[in-house]
């Protein structure tokens, strides 16, 4: 189902959290909403799933084009993923997931064995057979985000929200999960949107980036867009992995560490390069990283291939020629 | 407002609850408590004032510091004692322990007095003994001490046990590498980090001292102007029907109440600001 | 090998500690069991047996049982309210929560006595509907309420104050109503703490003394509560028998106490 947001504004007191936010999310993506901390994307997920109201007289939600923005949290038929599960603790993973199906009036209550077996069904999509008994102190991080998952699918929701779903799990964790909600999203085909403030996750993971800053929308596209195409020098900073160069009285000027060429001080072509001197190196994996000085002060973060740093065979100290594609702000 | 309608209760049926909550409380807190006033005036000023200068109220009055002063010193002596030893040390019966301090809690006032008569009453292990050396415990001062002692003695421990508990030993430790004596180590240290939850516990013990009525019943003998407390007096005072007088007592101990209750939500309000400070994420 | 230790003091705190508990609470606790471990089974079973003593015990019991479930009913409302809603006045009645406390029971009792008296404030208006409020059962419940409903509070409250409303919110996009929110969510995971705090209320409630014996008349056979028993078979000097009875409240009290130690062990388990 998609999402269409329309003109959301959001204050508390005299706070201002959202200002005239509009988004499509079509149907079956996975859309990430990116943004530091206090940039408002949780609370619009909050306001998506009906837990947080828009102003009043502002601002329109739909599901498929049905507007939902007056029906309650309790009808709205949204799974919401919290940041730190919200687990019922005196219930097994096996009750937990059957909360949303146990508490439907009499006449849409599946019977007892519908339960069972939609549970069963769950705990087999999320690769959790075998611990429908466990309570969720008796699981890991990982396995209880994939329970509280399963506990949000049990209800058949029309969408998924998610709020920082890796952002309470070690780096490891992290990565392997991240890996599974993408090909799991690719299996169920659910409209999905999750907050995060790690744009490697947004990146990776999303099929459409919402890029957020102080309430308000920065910058929505498909992840390679928005990191090739910032529109903006903080969706620049914001995406990170940038080199900053800012002159004396000049705009700022972004250039990414694989967008440097480091050539043999001899090849210096006073036109197109700029002389620096290496003052960092670090070459474990594929992919090599040093930092180099400029003439007037300014360290560069540089990527290239083992392969090439071996053969200019360079040395803490060393002279180079980098030659760099620079982007203003766009 | 319609915000807060996800997680909380509609306006009706939070106007039902809070006015429920307030009849509840009205019943049974600040009626009672109004009633010790109200019946202490009834007969006016002049008496409620005379009913206090009375010689035997005076000395009543007397008694009850004094049995204030030396329960709340010991059980505080008692109280850091047993919370560093608990919660500074891991040592065999550790749990067995902890529960022995919060016994008197479960036991009744009345056995609290009844005990010492088994130890040094005229029929008590010690009863020969202390007859004949003519030292007199039950139904004299040391008796009303013990006794005050018994039921008052878990107050600072209980408050101080699962404070120390939650701070961990680091910054003692760090003053030990920085070479403090363990005497230092608490005064400097600890006792800072600890200051409210002792005060608080100091102040539960003394309103507990002052107003035992049960266990200093058994031991004391009720000898009026000698061995009644003020409680005790009060339940004298009452069983010859001279109410208002008996009231006028009363208000001192309501008094002492309020003020307990007074000071513990300062002590509170301090302590919730200083964690605030501490760590401005909460 | 001994342990060694960093923190100075282990020494001092533990001899000090084992031989102030042992002189205030242990050696007297002692001497009471001895005193009642010297009679026979038969002496035991006879003064256990009497009838003022079962008169006394199924009040005191009952009693304290009606006032704990009262208290529980109360105090879950009064937590709710006070944790949950903000209102004028809100904090003034957290504070006083603690009121019974602080307040000496023997204040308490005449003050509750003078109430509920029949020419009392309130004994006065339920006279008019035919009920007695003091010298009677109902008498001693009221001031066992008075003395259990802050036990309830104080071991809600911090639980109460640790759900967090996500779980809440989680239960609400489940579609679950505020009323099954209450009861399938919240009342489990408060389950424990009202537990405990019942049995609090419970465990006081058995030894109060001062608040109830103004209120309830000391009629023996009717209004007579276990502890009031004890105070007269010592003024009439039957020593052996105060022991016993003393002995049996202790043994129930401390049973009880160890149960609120295994649901505090639960509780803590489940938080974990």
């Not at chain 3, 960093?6 to 001092?12: A, D, H, S």
């Not at chain 3, 035991?44 to 304290?64: K, M």
């Not at chain 3, 208006?125 to 109902?138: A, K, N, T």
Request: aromatic share 10%.
């Amino acid at each position: 189902m998609s999402i269409s947001i329309h003109s959301i504004h959001k204050h508390f007191g005299s706070y201002s959290a959202l200002e005239d936010i509009s988004l499509e999310i079509p149907n079956g993506s996975l859309t990430a909403l990116l943004g530091p901390s206090g940039s408002g994307k949780t609370t619009l997920l909050r306001i998506v799933a009906g837990l947080e109201f828009p102003d009043e007289g502002a601002g329109i939600i739909r599901f498929h084009g049905q507007n939902v923005s007056n029906i309650p949290v309790v009808k709205r038929g949204v799974g919401f993923v919290f940041q730190h599960y919200a687990l019922f603790r005196h219930m097994t993973v096996a009750q937990n997931i059957a909360f949303g199906l146990t508490v439907l009036p009499k006449k849409h209550r599946p019977s007892r064995g519908e339960i069972r077996s939609r549970v069963n069904e769950l705990l087999d999509l999320v690769k959790l057979e075998g611990l429908a008994k466990r309570r969720p102190d008796q699981l890991s991080g990982g396995q209880r985000q994939r329970v509280a998952l399963a506990r949000a699918l049990a209800i058949r929701p029309k969408v998924l929200l998610l709020d920082e779903p890796f952002g309470a799990l070690d780096a490891q964790v992290r990565k392997e999960l991240r890996r599974w909600l993408r090909q799991f999203h690719d299996e169920i085909g659910l409209t999905t949107l999750f907050v995060t403030h790690d744009q490697e996750e947004a990146l990776e993971l999303a099929d459409q980036v919402v890029v957020m800053r102080n309430a308000r929308i920065e910058q929505v596209g498909k992840p390679q867009d928005v990191y090739d195409h910032p529109r903006s020098p903080f969706v620049y900073e914001f995406l990170g992995n940038v080199n900053k160069v800012q002159r004396h009285g000049s705009e700022p000027q972004y250039v990414r560490p694989h967008e440097i060429e480091v050539l043999f001080a001899a090849e210096y072509e006073p036109a197109t390069d700029q002389l620096a001197r290496v003052t960092h190196l670090f070459s474990a994996g594929p992919v090599a990283s040093l930092t180099v000085r400029l003439p007037d002060g300014y360290f560069l973060d540089v990527q290239l291939s083992r392969k090439q740093l071996d053969e200019l065979a360079l040395g803490i100290g060393d002279e180079v020629a980098v030659r760099m594609r620079i982007h203003g702000a766009a | 407002m319609k915000g807060n309608s996800v997680t909380s209760e509609s306006h009706a049926v939070r106007f039902i609850l809070i006015t429920c909550t307030m009849c509840f409380l009205a019943l049974f807190l600040f009626l009672p408590l109004a009633a010790v006033f109200a019946e202490a005036l009834r007969k006016g000023w002049e008496l409620f004032f005379a009913s206090l200068h009375e010689e035997v109220a005076l000395s009543a009055i007397k008694l009850t510091l004094i049995t204030a002063a030396i329960s709340v010193i010991a059980n505080t002596i008692f109280g850091v004692s047993a919370s560093w030893l608990i919660t500074k040390f891991s040592f065999r019966g550790r749990s067995l322990l902890l529960t022995l301090i919060d016994l008197p809690f479960a036991v009744s006032p009345i056995i609290a007095g009844l005990v010492w008569i088994f130890l040094f009453g005229s029929k008590g292990w010690f009863g020969p003994w202390l007859t004949e050396h003519q030292i007199q415990i039950i139904f004299a001062l040391p008796g009303i001490i013990i006794a005050t002692l018994f039921v008052t003695f878990p107050f600072v421990a209980r408050e101080l046990i699962p404070l120390m508990e939650s701070q961990s030993n680091d910054q003692e430790e760090a003053a030990i590498t920085l070479g403090a004596s363990g005497w230092q180590v608490f005064l400097r240290v600890t006792l800072p980090n600890i200051k409210w939850g002792l005060l608080y516990g100091i102040l539960l013990c003394n309103a507990r001292a002052m107003g035992e009525f049960g266990a200093v019943s058994v031991v004391s003998g009720h000898i009026r102007g000698k061995t009644n407390t003020l409680p005790l007096h009060i339940e004298v005072l009452y069983n010859e029907y001279q109410f208002s007088a008996a009231f006028a007592c009363a208000t001192l101990l309501a008094l002492l109440a309020l003020v307990t209750l007074g000071l513990k939500s300062l002590v509170e309000g301090i302590q919730k600001s200083e964690t605030k400070d501490r760590n401005p994420l909460h | 090998m001994p342990k060694r230790r960093v923190i100075p003091g282990f020494g001092l705190t533990l001899g000090f500690t084992i031989s102030y508990l042992s002189l205030i609470i242990l050696i007297p606790l002692a001497a009471l069991f001895i005193k009642a471990a010297g009679l026979s089974w038969s002496e035991w079973i006879e003064i256990l047996g009497s009838r003022r003593v079962i008169a006394a015990a199924e009040l005191t019991f009952g009693a304290s049982f009606a006032a704990a479930i009262i208290s529980t009913l109360f105090g879950l409302l009064v937590t709710w309210v006070l944790v949950r809603y903000r209102f004028p006045g809100r904090r003034l009645l957290d504070a006083m929560v603690d009121l019974p406390f602080a307040l000496p029971t023997a204040v308490a009792g005449i003050t509750l006595t003078t109430i509920y008296a029949p020419n009392g404030w309130i004994g006065e208006f339920l006279g008019h509907w035919g009920i007695r409020s003091s010298y009677s059962p109902l008498g001693v419940v009221i001031a066992l309420t008075f003395i259990g409903f802050p036990f309830v509070v104080r071991t809600l409250q911090p639980v109460m104050d640790e759900l967090g409303k996500e779980i809440e919110e989680a239960a609400a996009t489940l579609g679950a109503n505020r009323w099954i929110i209450f009861y399938r969510v919240i009342l489990p995971l408060l389950l424990p703490a009202l537990t405990t705090g019942f049995t609090l209320a419970f465990a006081r409630a058995i030894g109060e003394y001062g608040s109830v014996i103004f209120i309830s008349g000391n009629l023996p056979m009717k209004t007579e509560i276990l502890p009031l028993l004890i105070v007269s078979q010592l003024e009439q000097l039957k020593y052996s028998a105060a022991a016993v009875i003393a002995s049996s409240m202790l043994i129930i009290s401390f049973l009880l106490l160890f149960l609120i130690n295994l649901l505090q062990h639960q509780l803590n388990w489940q938080k974990h």
